[in-house]
């Protein structure tokens, strides 16, 4: 089945180091994204790619990194920068960005929980 | 001022009755708007979406635009216990360097009481 798998499903951090959430589509979307949600909130934009070998900051980038040297992988690492990480994560995928509103529609994993020990 | 906003709730309505949700957008020009469901601890899942103004109907949901007024809502029928979650608003950015993407509310707890 077709979909976007996410692991670990929780994730525990000590501090100052570095940790790196999974993310893998085989859905073939070109576009592929990483919010941040803490508990109450929305979701915000940690960074996005829309292709291979590119990707842009998104709303709250700071303390983080990402890859993406394969269309179907687009991993997150958190830094020991990111002073307050514990947070629930979610990737998302779709067909690609800023086209036809069809292809704006998002697909998402099911999660990483991440806490600080 | 926030770019999309939703009262966080909780909204509680019983069982039977009609559930509605509100969102408002600060950018005039967002062309696409999404409501998605979350249940606690899980991911959003995709329920509605509208580009024109007017209504859309999906089954027991209705998605209403007003872009004058840059108003969003969706409308559910017949509420159930199960579409007890979290209802999450999201916009499109419509130009500049954030063109297409998604700004989501805070959302909005429904609750529906049997």
């Known amino acids: 089945d077709g979909g976007i798998t996410q692991s670990p499903k929780y994730l525990f951090r000590k501090e100052g180091q570095n940790v790196t959430l999974s993310c893998e589509q085989n859905l073939n979307h070109d576009a592929m994204y990483w919010y941040r949600q803490d508990p109450g909130q929305g979701l915000r934009l940690i960074y996005y790619?829309?292709?291979?070998?590119?990707?842009q900051k998104g709303d709250i980038a700071e303390g983080y990194s990402v890859s993406r040297e394969k269309k179907e992988s687009f991993p997150l690492t958190v830094t020991s920068a990111q002073k307050n990480p514990t947070a629930f994560y979610l990737c998302a995928s779709s067909i690609r960005q800023g086209g036809l509103s069809t292809n704006e529609k998002l697909f998402f994993g099911s999660g990483t929980q991440l806490s600080v020990l | 001022q926030k770019e999309v906003e939703q009262n966080s709730g909780p909204l509680s309505v019983p069982e039977g009755a009609i559930a509605s949700l509100n969102c408002t957008y600060s950018?005039?020009?967002?062309?696409?708007f999404f409501w998605y469901r979350q249940y606690s601890g899980k991911s959003p899942e995709l329920i509605m979406f509208i580009y024109s103004n007017g209504d859309k109907e999906d089954g027991r949901f209705t998605a209403q635009l007003n872009k004058a007024s840059q108003y969003v809502s969706l409308l559910i029928r017949d509420s159930q216990p199960s579409d007890s979650a979290t209802y999450l608003c999201a916009v499109t950015h419509a130009g500049g360097t954030s063109y297409g993407k998604l700004t989501f509310g805070q959302g909005t707890i429904l609750t529906v009481h049997p």
């Open positions: 950018d005039r020009g967002s062309q696409s």
């Open positions: 790619s829309q292709i291979v070998n590119d990707f």
